[in-house]
């Protein structure tokens, strides 16, 4: 397709970001615009994308990220975390009335997965001790109420239908039915319908006013573009939704819609749809939507992993040292050990923005080259580890036998080591906060 | 019988197509009506009494990713406006307006064709899709179509995985009164289609429609199932299926291009067909379906009923994303 994905497109953007300290305004534009197309191009409604990224301009072009070392992943932070927020922080639940039954309609248009949804809840409820009734209100498309009878059958959950009535009588009828029947949920399943479709809006607006529900789900497929707004608006404006299920994520689609709804209704998406069985139904979370919508789930991982994989203590210690410019190979090799810890180094190190693949070729950051670097440390006395400037012609050779390298090898370490510490140095004169300092340390050694 | 001259007499066809252009075209313009902020206003708001110039073509690249374009489409379509308008000196965004519809016609007519004119019997379509894409439905128009054409039709009930599916395109056959080939829930649809490939020819249908359940187009087990029921058709055929329609819901975005991508790499797709046009969605996606993949829309829906299928026309379809009326398009 025409677009790379976003990971290795902010890659690019930040590479050539690499080295210059601190980002200028431009410079967060530059990022900015890469998000910009990531999320049109997960469909997410062009409005939507226009005022977030201007929110998330006036955040990124703070002290907070401009000061920090990594800024390009602080940009990138910053997006994940104001779009988890934007699709509600925390999961929602379904309403349910205090005095049962509590009906629950679902709504939506033509196709999106109502009646899949309908049975999948209905399980679900189930499942946690409830006893659902479903109810057959599509009476437009056909063979739609044996498809419910169909499912109901497979999940064993009573199905209320009365032929193609109206509508309006058959929730009513149902409602009663539960009542009788001790049922305490009521799952209504109505037929897909156009937001603009005025009579057929109207008949919702009906069985609502008729059964009182506890909920009112908007049941969203995931591969809807630009008008999941026009949708949702409507269904909004004229149902006052509880929330969205949005269905069909076990699919390529990014998801964009997701973004859409929740910008236009304020309502929280509760559901997700991940299959076509009957299990395939997931309470939503906001944070694993936020990074397929971005299209980069990895780089985010990879940043989680990053701060948790180090240890705190350890890391300020070593910022602290930095201060003075103390920073020692043994140290290092502290480093080296925690990033190991982290998984396959050639991996992790791919993930981190700025990094290409080219880059690392040139490098021949594997793990054998990596275990070189740390059988060299291991072969140097806690003095040489300290004080590398002792390490002179003879103990160079006698620590490339040790280690089982070349005096090479051992040149270049203790080279690139001097060199970052000289560049670490300079840094620690800079106003950056040590967390930026440290994951700068990190990696740098390998660039 | 009619069916069969209606593809081949001209004259019949050039008189049918302009009734049907007359109610694709008011379809269209109804369903795009519907939206007060729609695209029709905002490019007609856009394109009226303005100078040409870069805030213009700014505006219309947004108004085109609104529509699902896609950024690569709508930048392709600018830059080929900002181009037209340098070397015709187009000052005028009226002017500019009448360019674009040029533009999308031929992007969209770049590998346009009608359905393919029958030459051997049986006739055979089969349509594919991701889930609720209007793939049942749509056969359902199109047997009444063929229906209206005389032609003796055959449906295969080839979704047996989708509780109620077969139910559903029996009411459908049952309704227009075509005959229907089906097995039972949780069957083999290859063997379906083998039965209704032999039926068709013993039967001596014109047309054969297919119908396939839903599919996500990244499930590779169902899209292998795909190829294989295409394979048994094309065996028992003895040459290749004459149309291997797309449904594309006209409210879908980006992940369109997915689909047709992955499908085409299943199944040798002949063409798009662009359903629930009715609503808000403008279903310019397949300008990008055009542009990126050069895959043709050939067939319309605009609605619920068995009417409610078009032949696609392009410069009407471009004529109402602009909001022009008939009588001055
Ligand atoms: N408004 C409108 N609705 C349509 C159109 N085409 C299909 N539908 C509706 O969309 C819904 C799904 O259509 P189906 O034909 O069952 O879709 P499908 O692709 O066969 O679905 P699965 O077999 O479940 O994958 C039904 O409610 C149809 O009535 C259209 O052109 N306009
Ligand atoms: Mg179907």
């Given amino acids: ?447 | 019988m009619v069916f069969w001259k209606r593809m081949f007499g001209e004259e019949k066809k050039q008189e049918q197509e302009k009734e049907k252009e007359q109610g694709f075209f008011q379809k269209l313009v109804q369903g795009l009506e519907k939206t007060k902020q729609g695209f029709v206003d905002k490019v007609d708001g856009i394109m009226t009494g303005r100078k040409v110039d870069e805030e213009l073509f700014e505006e219309l690249e947004e108004a085109l990713i609104q529509a699902d374009c896609g950024l690569p489409t709508a930048i392709f379509l600018v830059d080929q406006l900002r181009e037209r308008a340098r070397s015709e000196r187009i000052t005028e965004s009226e002017e500019l307006k009448s360019v674009l519809v040029e533009e999308i016609t031929a992007l969209l007519e770049r590998n346009a064709a009608p359905l393919k004119t029958p030459e051997e019997k049986p006739y055979v379509i089969m349509v594919v899709g991701v889930n609720g894409a209007g793939k049942t439905t749509t056969i359902g128009k199109l047997a009444y179509r063929f229906k209206q054409e005389k032609a003796k039709v055959l449906l295969a009930a080839g979704d047996t995985f989708r509780a109620g599916a077969i139910e559903q395109l029996t009411v459908w056959a049952n309704r227009i009164g075509v005959e229907l080939v089906s097995h039972a829930a949780g069957s083999d649809p290859a063997a379906v289609a083998y039965d209704a490939v032999n039926a068709a020819k013993a039967r001596g249908s014109d047309v054969l429609v297919l119908d396939t359940a839903g599919r996500l187009q990244t499930k590779v087990n169902l899209m292998n199932e795909l190829a294989k029921v295409h394979r048994v058709v094309q065996r028992e055929l003895g040459r290749d299926l004459d149309e291997i329609l797309l449904v594309v819901d006209a409210t879908t975005g980006q992940n369109a291009l997915s689909q047709a991508k992955m499908f085409q790499e299943a199944v040798p797709l002949s063409g798009i067909a662009l359903t629930k046009l009715d609503g808000t969605a403008k279903g310019g996606i397949v300008l990008a379906l055009a542009n990126e993949l050069n895959l043709a829309v050939k067939l319309v829906g605009v609605g619920e009923q068995y009417e409610d299928l078009q032949d696609f026309d392009a410069s009407a379809f471009a004529k109402a994303l602009f909001g022009q009326s008939r009588e001055n398009a």
């Fill in chain 1, 1 to 447: 397709m025409a677009f790379q994905n976003l990971s290795s497109r902010l890659q690019e953007t930040m590479r050539k970001l690499r080295g210059k300290g601190r980002l200028s305004e431009k410079d967060v534009d530059g990022i900015l615009r890469e998000i910009r197309l990531a999320l049109l191009e997960a469909d997410v409604n062009y409005k939507v994308v226009k005022d977030f990224i201007a929110h998330v301009k006036e955040r990124a072009t703070g002290h907070e990220v401009l000061s920090s070392l990594t800024p390009g992943q602080q940009v990138v932070r910053i997006v994940n975390e104001e779009l988890t927020q934007l699709m509600g922080g925390s999961q929602a639940k379904l309403n349910l009335s205090s005095k049962p039954p509590s009906v629950v309609m679902m709504v939506g248009l033509q196709g999106a997965g109502k009646t899949t949804t309908g049975g999948k809840l209905a399980r679900m409820l189930k499942a946690q001790g409830h006893r659902p009734l479903l109810v057959a209100c599509d009476i437009y498309r056909p063979a739609a109420i044996k498809q419910l009878q169909v499912l109901g059958e497979q999940i064993e959950i009573p199905v209320f239908s009365m032929g193609e009535q109206n509508p309006v009588d058959i929730a009513k009828a149902a409602y009663a039915h539960a009542q009788r029947h001790n049922n305490d949920v009521v799952l209504i399943d109505t037929a897909g319908r156009l937001h603009v479709d005025a009579e057929l809006m109207e008949e919702l607006v009906q069985i609502k006013e008729a059964v009182d529900p506890a909920d009112i789900l908007l049941v969203v497929d995931a591969m809807t573009g630009q008008d999941a707004v026009n949708v949702a608006q409507s269904f909004n404006e004229q149902l006052e939704l509880g929330g969205v299920v949005l269905t069909k994520l076990d699919g390529d689609a990014r998801g964009g819609a997701a973004l859409s709804v929740k910008a236009v209704t304020g309502k929280p998406i509760k559901y997700v749809g991940i299959s076509e069985k009957m299990d395939g139904l997931e309470p939503f979370h906001p944070d694993r939507m936020a990074s397929r919508i971005l299209g980069m789930g990895d780089m985010l991982t990879l940043i989680e992993k990053a701060v948790s994989a180090v240890d705190e203590e350890k890391a300020e210690k070593i910022a602290a040292k930095l201060r003075e410019a103390e920073f020692t190979l043994e140290d290092f090799q502290d480093q080296l050990s925690q990033m190991k810890s982290m998984g396959p180094i050639d991996q992790l190190i791919g993930m981190i923005p700025g990094m290409n693949a080219r880059q690392l070729q040139g490098l021949e950051v594997d793990d054998s080259h990596l275990k070189k670097i740390e059988a060299i440390i291991q072969s140097m006395t806690p003095e040489e580890r300290r004080r590398p400037e002792i390490i002179g012609g003879s103990r160079r050779k006698r620590i490339a036998q040790g280690s089982g390298t070349r005096v090479q090898d051992v040149n270049r370490l203790l080279k690139q080591f001097s060199q970052t510490k000289q560049m670490l140095k300079q840094l620690s004169g800079s106003q950056g906060s040590p967390r930026g300092r440290r994951k700068k340390g990190m990696f740098s050694l390998f660039q």
